[in-house]
């Protein structure tokens, strides 16, 4: 069953564009990953998808509902956590305390009406802390001194746990150490197998076929191709795609 559906999508960067019209669908249950040379039109697509840029023409469909128009801060209430690309920049509020960046996705149910239930905020964090084993002294101090993998599994935590149905993860281990890479690709896993629906961009190929049921290329702001077999794909065959020097059948990209 597609989560999310992509339609015919065209983005423009002033009178460049960007993305030409691409379609494709996530699955219930799927880690899908959109990979291409920097440019090819990935990151564009996830931006779109979030609500961080507009598209020109297309739709995007979640659960049934058009959300092409809707803005990013109103479909964390719809059901679609983001990870972004920069932690410190988009990704986290740096001044703020660990606790406020942890609730900032979950206030809806940490609220009794207008008022925040402080002993409902206190055990969410608490879980948070412990589950995603984010360390920190306190959760008083701002996220910003805590380490960047610490920072990460605090985003990580916090778009987990918002009850989304879709997540999408742009570089979620991007600067983190060994061990927090196989923390946070562990709960993907676990993500994927509670029925969420993910979208992950990432520029580590090891991470995307590791983690991945399909991989969608992007070549020049379309699609080159659509891999079904993962584990089979090898890192040459991918960069005959990226490079634009393989590309699949019309009938194939259809069925994306």
């Given at each position: 069953?597609?989560?999310?559906?992509?339609?015919?999508?065209?983005?423009?960067?002033?009178?460049?564009?960007?993305?030409?019209?691409?379609?494709?669908?996530?699955?219930?249950?799927?880690?899908?990953?959109?990979?291409?040379?920097?440019?090819?039109?990935?990151?564009?697509?996830?931006?779109?998808?979030?609500?961080?840029?507009?598209?020109?023409t297309g739709k995007i469909v979640y659960e049934g509902t058009d959300i092409t128009r809707v803005p990013g801060y109103k479909l964390v209430g719809m059901g679609i956590a983001h990870v972004p690309e920069d932690r410190n920049l988009n990704g986290s509020?740096?001044?703020?305390?660990?606790?406020?960046?942890?609730?900032?996705?979950?206030?809806d149910k940490l609220s009794k009406g207008t008022i925040l239930d402080r002993k409902a905020i206190e055990d969410y964090c608490e879980a948070c802390v412990e589950d995603f084993r984010v360390k920190t002294s306190s959760l008083d101090i701002s996220i910003?001194?805590?380490?960047?993998?610490?920072?990460?599994?605090?985003?990580?935590?916090?778009?987990?746990?918002?009850?989304?149905?879709?997540?999408?993860?742009?570089?979620?281990?991007?600067?983190?150490?060994?061990?927090?890479?196989?923390?946070?690709?562990?709960?993907?896993?676990?993500?994927?197998?509670?029925?969420?629906?993910?979208?992950?961009?990432?520029?580590?190929?090891?991470?995307?076929?590791?983690?991945?049921?399909?991989?969608?290329?992007?070549?020049?702001?379309?699609?080159?191709?659509?891999?079904?077999?993962?584990?089979?794909?090898?890192?040459?065959?991918?960069?005959?795609?990226?490079?634009?020097?393989?590309?699949?059948?019309?009938?194939?990209?259809?069925?994306?």
């Amino acid at each position: 069953m597609a989560m999310l559906e992509v339609r015919d999508l065209e983005v423009y960067y002033g009178v460049i564009q960007a993305i030409k019209g691409i379609s494709f669908d996530v699955n219930q249950g799927e880690i899908v990953a959109l990979i291409g040379a920097n440019g090819a039109g990935k990151t564009t697509t996830l931006h779109t998808i979030t609500g961080l840029i507009s598209a020109k023409t297309g739709k995007i469909v979640y659960e049934g509902t058009d959300i092409t128009r809707v803005p990013g801060y109103k479909l964390v209430g719809m059901g679609i956590a983001h990870v972004p690309e920069d932690r410190n920049l988009n990704g986290s509020a740096p001044e703020m305390s660990v606790r406020d960046n942890l609730i900032a996705a979950s206030l809806d149910k940490l609220s009794k009406g207008t008022i925040l239930d402080r002993k409902a905020i206190e055990d969410y964090c608490e879980a948070c802390v412990e589950d995603f084993r984010v360390k920190t002294s306190s959760l008083d101090i701002s996220i910003k001194s805590l380490s960047g993998g610490n920072i990460q599994k605090a985003i990580v935590a916090r778009e987990f746990t918002a009850g989304a149905d879709i997540i999408i993860l742009n570089q979620p281990t991007r600067g983190v150490d060994v061990g927090a890479m196989e923390f946070i690709h562990k709960k993907i896993l676990e993500m994927r197998d509670e029925k969420k629906s993910l979208i992950l961009v990432s520029a580590d190929l090891a991470e995307l076929k590791a983690l991945s049921d399909r991989i969608i290329v992007f070549h020049q702001g379309t699609i080159a191709g659509v891999l079904d077999d993962v584990p089979n794909t090898t890192e040459e065959e991918l960069g005959l795609y990226m490079l634009g020097l393989k590309s699949d059948s019309e009938e194939k990209l259809k069925e994306a």
